[in-house]
């Protein structure tokens, strides 16, 4: 069969020219459908975008903070309980009331914290050593915030003793700590109602971060005044001699300045009643 009969031929030029039209047509038609797939894109895009900005941006303008970690948001917790009165919201301080305590380090909230003197109770000279109101937990949370927000010093993890020689320690003592803690720890007066304490009752941790920190009027003693091994040191020395009750000196311990000042008060003592004996004797006589 052949396809020559008027009917085919019009079906094939009908064809023809529907193919013709189509090609004719598809090609704006294509175009015009990636002209609008762009502006989609670039709307989906802008849409993203948009999306992402109202997803971030309201943390940033409300809180103004960089993203914490979950210990430094709970260590927030507590803060903005505790001591967002006299620390004020991002712990950037309260004229009167208290300092910033940007850059103070987790070293420092450790200080402060575990020894109790803060939160502070009241506005005093000095805030006194007290039981800790937190747990070592929250302590490290709320170290963990400062420390976040604003760097600085931290205490080393470990035994802060460690390798610590007893000898030297009591060298650098007398150097470095005795002139306001006294020879024996115990510490003393300072001027306008504020004293150094006594370290009777203080951790490892405590006397690293004091060293660290310089509370109040004690100097700061970084690492380049004294390197961790002469913290280590020290630390031994106010651990295993000034506290275990080892009193150099005997029944009193005279300031537990040793045998030397044991020698003196009973030569002393010696010596006034030999005089008096002799005195004695003389006016008998
Ligand atoms: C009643 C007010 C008050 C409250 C509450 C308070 N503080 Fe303080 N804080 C002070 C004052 C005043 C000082 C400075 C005087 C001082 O060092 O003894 C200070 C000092 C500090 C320091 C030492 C800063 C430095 O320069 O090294 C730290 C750390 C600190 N506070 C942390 C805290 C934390 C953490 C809390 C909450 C758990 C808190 N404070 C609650 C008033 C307060
Ligand atoms: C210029 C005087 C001064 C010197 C020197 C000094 N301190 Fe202090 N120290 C202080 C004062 C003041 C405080 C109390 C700070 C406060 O209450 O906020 C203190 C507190 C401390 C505490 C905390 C005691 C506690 O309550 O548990 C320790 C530990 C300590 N000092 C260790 C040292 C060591 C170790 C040295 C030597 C490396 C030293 N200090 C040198 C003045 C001094």
Known sequence: MTSDTPADRRGDRERGLLARLRR?????????????????????????????????????????????????????????????????????????????????????????????????????AQAPRKPPVFTDEEIRQLGQYIQELGGGPQVPDGDLAAGGDVANGGHLFRVNCSSCHAFSGGGGALSSGKYAPSLNDSTDRQIYAAMLTGPQNMPVFGDNQLTPEQKADIIAYVQESLKTDGDPGGFFNLGRYGPVTEGVAVFLVGMVALIFASLWIAGKS
């Open 24 to 124: 004719g047509r598809s090609t704006p038609r294509s175009r015009g459908r990636r002209r609008v797939g762009a502006a989609f894109r670039l709307f989906a895009a802008l849409l993203l975008a948009g999306g992402a900005y109202t997803v971030f941006a309201p943390g940033l303008n409300a809180e103004d903070t960089p993203q914490l970690t979950s210990a430094a948001e709970d260590g927030r917790a507590l803060f903005d309980v505790s001591c967002v009165t006299c620390h004020g919201r991002n712990a950037q301080g309260v004229d009167g009331r208290g300092p910033s305590l940007i850059g103070v380090g987790a070293a420092s909230v450790e200080f402060q914290v575990s020894t109790g003197r803060m939160p502070m109770a009241r506005q005093e």
